[in-house]
C-alpha cells in the first residue's frame, strides 16, 4: 500500500509563492493608504485656503495688546507656505503697515478712514509681533510641500495668499527660491501651486489656488 503526500521541497515552494502573494499585497495596500492620507491632507489644506478667505472677507478680528479683540476692517487674513518649514503653515492676521511706496492696497489711498478699502497690511507674513498668527497648522503622517511654483513654472520658496473685506479678488505674493520676490500689486502672477508628498515620495497631490478664488486639488504632481 502506497501513500501519497507532499515532499519538502514542493511545501517550501508553496510557502515562498505565498509569501510573495503576502508581500505584494502589503505593498500595496501601504501604497493605497499613503494615497488616501494625502489625498485627505491635500483637501485638508485646501479647506484652510478657504477658512482664511472666510476670515479675510468677513474681517474676522484679532486680539491686539491686553487681550483686547477688535474688529478692523483694515486687517487682511492671509495663509503663508515655506519650503523651509515644509511640514507646517501658518493662517496670519496681515497686520503690519506696508512700508513700500507701492502698497499692497491701491484703494487705501482713497474713500473715508472707516471704509473697507482702508487696509494697512503688505499681503506677506511678516513674523510676530508685525503680524499676528492665527493657527498654525501641521502637516502629519510625514507628509511635506515638496514643491510650490507658480503658473510660469518658477519655483517658489514662500507663498502668501491674503484676503480682505472689500476685495474682490486675493493677494498673492512669493519668494522666488533663486531670489527675488513676486510682489502682489500689481499682480506679479495669477495662479500658484502648491504639491504635497507623501512620507515615502512615491505619491504626490497638487493644490492649485488663483486670485479669483478658485482653489482645486488634483492627484499627482504640479504641471
Given at each position: 500500500?502506497?501513500?501519497?503526500?507532499?515532499?519538502?521541497?514542493?511545501?517550501?515552494?508553496?510557502?515562498?509563492?505565498?509569501?510573495?502573494?503576502?508581500?505584494?499585497?502589503?505593498?500595496?495596500?501601504?501604497?493605497?493608504?499613503?494615497?488616501?492620507?494625502?489625498?485627505?491632507?491635500?483637501?485638508?489644506?485646501?479647506?484652510?485656503?478657504?477658512?482664511?478667505?472666510?476670515?479675510?472677507?468677513?474681517?474676522?478680528?484679532?486680539?491686539?495688546?491686553?487681550?483686547?479683540?477688535?474688529?478692523?476692517?483694515?486687517?487682511?487674513?492671509g495663509i503663508d507656505f515655506n519650503i523651509a518649514t515644509n511640514n507646517t503653515y501658518t493662517l496670519f492676521a496681515d497686520t503690519y503697515t506696508s512700508p513700500s511706496s507701492v502698497p499692497c492696497y491701491p484703494s487705501s489711498s482713497t474713500g473715508p478712514s472707516n471704509s473697507p478699502a482702508q487696509k494697512t497690511g503688505d499681503c506677506v507674513f511678516e513674523p510676530p509681533p508685525l503680524d499676528v498668527t492665527l493657527s498654525t497648522f501641521n502637516i502629519n503622517n510625514g507628509i511635506t510641500i515638496s514643491k510650490i511654483d507658480d503658473s510660469a513654472g518658477t519655483s517658489l520658496s514662500k507663498l502668501d495668499i491674503v484676503f480682505a473685506r472689500g476685495e474682490v479678488t486675493n493677494k498673492m505674493s512669493a519668494t522666488q527660491s533663486g531670489g527675488g520676490t513676486l510682489a502682489p500689486n500689481p499682480p506679479s502672477f495669477t495662479t500658484a501651486h502648491i504639491e504635497l508628498a507623501s512620507s515615502d515620495k512615491a505619491a504626490h497631490a497638487c493644490i492649485t489656488v488663483t486670485t479669483a478664488n478658485i482653489i482645486s486639488v488634483d492627484q499627482g504632481t504640479c504641471p
Open positions: 500500500m502506497s501513500s501519497v503526500g507532499f515532499t519538502l521541497l514542493e511545501m517550501l515552494i508553496v510557502l515562498a509563492i505565498i509569501s510573495v502573494i503576502i508581500g505584494i499585497v502589503v505593498v500595496n495596500q501601504r501604497s493605497f493608504d499613503n494615497s488616501i492620507i494625502l489625498s485627505t491632507t491635500a483637501y485638508d489644506v485646501a479647506l484652510s485656503i478657504r477658512e482664511a478667505e472666510a476670515y479675510g472677507f468677513a474681517g474676522r478680528g484679532v486680539t491686539g495688546g491686553g487681550g483686547v479683540v477688535s474688529f478692523p476692517v483694515s486687517y487682511g487674513t
